[in-house]
């Protein structure tokens, strides 16, 4: 089964990054957002069941996103990853509803982790 998976990210070099350390078998439809209105206005349409969602953003920050995709009620698995690696943003982003936090760059050992133990893939 295909996961519409969004990559939320102002940084097109980050965005591109996320991308290539997904594993290359997993099933997903990806689709890329620039700031946090977009990605939001993406995740509304269903296209970020699953969410790879930068915290510094233009427009709407990542905090921003996290509160409307949880107070509407949206069907989304959010993974913050960001460059902001103060225990106070790890925590803020769990206490928000994010499944998890991988620091920048991201790391593919640890991204396969991630999606294995919450049964995103194998």
Not at 22 to 27: N, S, V
Not at 59 to 86: C, K, P, R, T, W
Not at 90 to 96: G, N, Q
């Amino acid at each position: 089964m295909t996961i519409p998976l969004l990559i939320c990210d102002d940084s097109n070099m980050a965005r591109k990054q996320v991308a290539r350390s997904l594993p290359e078998d997993w099933d997903v439809d990806i689709t890329f957002a620039t700031n946090g209105v977009e990605g939001l206005s993406a995740i509304r349409e269903g296209k970020g069941e699953m969410v790879f969602l930068d915290l510094t953003m233009p427009e709407m920050d990542g905090y921003g996103v996290l509160e409307h995709v949880f107070n509407e009620g949206l069907n989304a698995m959010v993974v913050v990853i960001s460059g902001d690696i103060q225990p106070e943003a790890r925590d803020r982003v769990m206490k928000m509803g994010a499944i998890d936090f991988i620091k920048k760059p991201v790391n593919k050992e640890k991204l396969s982790q991630v999606l294995t133990q919450y049964g995103l893939m194998g």
